[in-house]
């Protein structure tokens, strides 16, 4: 069975500075997805960045993107130049290539809190 | 833009109650999901449904159930609250066309069983 595993539950980090919030995961698939998912205080999950196991460029949306690293099994997310709207818990999320285009699984790391100080 | 609602933010109810939490989807998606999130252990999948009428378990699925009548509604029931229920419940929903779709995800709702 696959596992996400984020070993940070808290991070901080100062207004316009940048911040990587770490992911690792175990499973013997070789396709696959990853996710990082933000969930602000009291608002709704959106989806911030996608990455394919398949492809060896790491995804990049504005100023976040990841840093995978398929061997090692890592996949974290870097923000830069970190904005007070940054503020959220974010969750890293695999999803298995196989079968997914029926059920859409995921398994869901543990979270990790963002602060961001004015 | 994809709108995924759940009927109420907040529920207080007794051990022992039936509760129903009710998810709404308005992008004709085929699937649907429940999880619940819980402090230190991430978003857990409850239940999810591939279309109409079709539902399998997730991860944790005990002392739950689903319905989905309509491909727009899914339903969690909890047949007999309990206290170690009380959790934040997120509903999502998700094209079936590839692996890559994204999940949508409702603002959840937050049960508390006393």
């Known amino acids: 069975a696959q596992t996400v595993t984020q070993s940070q539950p808290e991070m901080s980090v100062q207004e316009a500075e940048t911040v990587t919030l770490s992911c690792t995961y175990d499973?013997?698939?070789?396709?696959?997805?990853l996710f990082w998912y933000k969930q602000p205080p009291s608002r709704q999950m959106i989806l911030v960045i996608r990455?394919?196991?398949?492809?060896?460029q790491n995804a990049t949306e504005n100023r976040f993107s990841v840093n995978f690293q398929k061997a090692a099994k890592s996949f974290s997310l870097k923000i830069s130049d970190s904005q007070l709207g940054d503020a959220a818990m974010y969750f890293c999320a695999y999803r298995s290539y196989r079968g997914s285009s029926n059920t859409g699984k995921l398994i869901f790391g543990q979270g990790t809190t963002l602060q961001v100080k004015p | 833009d994809v709108k995924v609602t759940q009927s109420s933010r907040y529920l207080v109810k007794r051990t022992g109650e039936k509760v129903f939490l009710e998810c709404v989807q308005d992008m004709d998606h085929e699937n649907m999901f429940w999880y619940r999130q819980d402090p230190g252990l991430g978003l857990r999948l409850i239940y999810f449904s591939y279309d109409v009428k079709m539902k399998e378990k997730g991860d944790i699925p005990e002392g739950y159930s689903v319905s989905r009548e309509k491909k727009e509604r899914f339903s969690l029931i909890l047949e007999s609250a309990s206290t170690n229920q009380t959790s934040m419940y997120l509903c999502a929903s998700r094209r079936q066309l590839g692996a890559q779709e994204t999940q949508y995800f409702g603002p959840g709702t937050r049960l508390l069983v006393l």
């Open positions: 499973t013997s698939e070789s396709d696959y997805y």
């Open positions: 990455q394919e196991a398949y492809k060896q």
